[in-house]
Structures are given as C-alpha cells and as structure tokens.
T-cell receptor
C-alpha cells in the first residue's frame, strides 16, 4: 500500500527553527509537495521537490532524498502566524497526490 | 482573484437526503478534484476530472457522483447521505498533473445526522 508518515504534532518557540519530516512509500514518484493549512482554512501551496536536494524559498526550505523516501520542511525565524498544519503529499505513478495526515505545528512565544 | 469557489460553506443534512456541492474555478484549469478531509487522516481523493465532460474515480468514490459539464465547474453529488459522509470537502484545480500545484477552495463543512 501507499503510505505517507509525518509527526502528528510539534511545538517550537517563536524565532527558532523547526524541521518537519515526511517519509513516504508510494507506487512510483513524480514529485513531492508541501502545503500549509491554517485551522478551518484551505491548504495553500508552499514548495515542490522532484529532484534530490534543497529548495529554498524565503524562510521556508524543503529537502528531498528519493533514495531514502524522505523529505523535510525547514521553517526558520518562526513567527506566530506559522502556527498551522503542514501537509506532505507525493505524486505517484498515476500522477495522483497521496497525502499525509499533516503535522500540527504549535508556536509558543 | 476568486480562484476556486465552493458553495455552500456549511450544510447539515439528514440521513438519506441528497445534495450537490458546487465548485467553480476562474483560472481556466483543465484538472479539477474533489477531496474529503477527516480528523487524523490525509486528504482523500473522491473523484477527479481531466477536462470538460470527463470524470474519473479516486480513492473513495462510493456514495458520490460528479459531473463536469462546463470547464469551470465541477459538481459533487451525494445520492443518499450517510453519517459516514460527515466531513470537510475540498475542491481543487490545477493546469495539469505535472509540477503545477493544486489550488484549493475554502471547503464545505458537511454534517449528516
């Protein structure tokens, strides 16, 4: 079966750095997406990785290792508005997105 | 910038009732999707469409039907609502299935009593 694993919840301090991990086992791989979802709102796109390595976009970076079936989202200089759920999704061989259950990130002052 | 618009935003149904959820996008996207999101689970694909007049089943299609008569609209129907269909429903669209991300609507919160 196909599986995406993420920690259920993480807590970090305002101004700090946090890394959210995602491991996957899917039938094929055609890219990995990270989305942010604030409570009661729609998911919004953060980043996309299809090749191994690090993609940086402002305070957010995403890393991919296809051989290990592993990705992480790195958030720097945390702000209170970063409190949200972070969803990892993998595009499989049928070009469908397989979604993880999400990681709820709690930012404390 | 409307993007993806879902109606209604909230609805309460009784078991056995039917209803239609409407999704409209103004980005001229070819692909549209219906997902459901339940606590502790990832988004699950119900049905999707790769273009006007086409639909296909996703991971959890039972109890739902869809139609894509116009490129900008994707309708999700519940034929006979069941309590197990209580969920938050999200519509999404994308230009294609390649590297383009999916854009989501604000969701419809549906409760079946």
């Amino acid at each position: 079966g196909q599986n995406i694993d993420q920690p259920t919840e993480m807590t970090a301090t305002e101004g700090a750095i946090v890394q959210i991990n995602c491991t996957y086992q899917t039938s094929g791989f055609n890219g990995l997406f990270w989305y942010q979802q604030h409570a009661g709102e729609a998911p919004t796109f953060l980043s996309y990785n299809v090749l191994d390595g690090l993609e940086e976009k402002g305070r957010f970076s995403s890393f991919l290792s296809r051989s290990k079936g592993y990705s992480y989202l790195l958030l720097k200089e945390l702000q209170m508005k970063d409190s949200a759920s972070y969803l990892c999704a993998v595009r499989d061989s049928n070009y469908q997105l397989i979604w993880g259950a999400g990681t709820k990130l709690i930012i404390k002052p | 910038n409307a993007g993806v618009t879902q109606t209604p935003k909230f609805r309460v149904l009784k078991t056995g009732q039917s209803m239609t959820l409407l999704c409209a996008q103004d980005m001229n996207h070819e692909y549209m999707y219906w997902y459901r999101q339940d606590p502790g689970m990832g988004l699950r694909l119900i049905h999707y469409s790769v273009g006007e007049g086409t639909t296909a089943k996703g991971e959890v299609p039972d109890g739902y039907n869809v139609s894509r008569l116009k490129k900008q609209n994707f309708l999700l129907g519940l034929e006979s609502a069941a309590p197990s269909q209580t969920s938050v429903y999200f519509c999404a669209s994308s230009p294609s299935t390649s590297s383009w991300p999916q854009h989501f609507g604000d969701g419809t919160r549906l409760s079946i009593l």
